[in-house]
């Protein structure tokens, strides 16, 4: 199994639907996760950190199963402005969270 | 208050040459990354900088890469005889610490090309 493995999208969807993204991670030890958000040439920046009880923020939700070693992020009531990569990334190393492993990011673009 | 900033955002050099890539990370912050954004390829860790210590250099591609940290606060990448298959962006973040909670902010980036 790939170390951080997201679809591989691209994802088209209309303005208002709703649009999930899946992630699978190999690193049983990993203890922290996250969505980052990619907008075309530009630098990732931190969308949401995912919790084991499940978070929300706004119209994003993200969700951990550690048991099956799977993260989700639901987008609800999707914008234009949605229009990004999304990258999902665990820290693989234990308490110190300096060494981020990013999948290769899912592509989403919302239409008119 | 200003974020991370690096420079050059542009680079093209030739085969061969040596390039430096500079990274001024948000004031305070003592952890220090670099990565490195191939086309179609996920962020690849490079090196970590815990103030002017690098504790884990595990993702360098090979000993043509090297990177320090001075004062605890900028950092330089350099790339001697550079490859073609070098091109690549290359992003610096940092963090309050390395903590599990600190969030990692990133820089534009430099984008370099090797002809």
């Known amino acids: 199994r790939k170390e951080v493995e997201q679809d591989p999208g691209p994802f088209n969807v209309p303005e208002g639907a709703t649009v999930a993204f899946n992630c699978t991670y190999s690193?049983?030890?990993?203890?922290?996760f996250f969505w980052y958000r990619q907008d075309c040439r530009k630098e990732p920046k931190l969308l949401m950190s995912?919790?084991?009880s499940g978070n929300e923020d706004g119209r994003f939700t993200a969700q951990l199963n550690r048991a099956s070693q799977y993260i989700s992020l639901l987008i609800r009531d999707s914008k234009l402005s949605d229009s990004a990569t999304y990258l999902c990334?665990?820290?693989?190393?234990?308490?110190?969270?300096?060494?981020?492993?990013f999948g290769k990011g899912t592509l989403l673009t919302v239409n008119p | 208050g200003a974020g991370v900033s690096q420079s050059p955002s542009n680079k093209v050099t030739e085969k061969g040459k040596d390039v430096e890539l500079r990274c001024d990370p948000i004031s305070g912050h003592t952890a220090l990354y670099w990565y490195r954004q191939s086309l179609g390829q996920g962020l690849e860790f490079l090196i970590y900088f815990q103030g002017n210590s690098a504790p884990d250099k595990s993702g360098l591609p090979s000993d043509r890469f090297s990177a320090e940290r001075t004062g605890g606060s900028v950092s330089t990448l350099t790339i001697q005889r550079t490859q073609q298959e070098d091109s690549a962006v290359y992003l610096c973040a940092s963090s309050w610490t390395s903590g599990t909670t600190d969030t990692q902010y990133f820089g534009p980036g430099t984008r370099l090309t090797v002809l």
């Open positions: 995912v919790y084991s």
């Open positions: 990334v665990v820290n693989m190393n234990g308490g110190s969270n300096y060494k981020l492993t």
């Open positions: 690193n049983s030890a990993s203890q922290s």
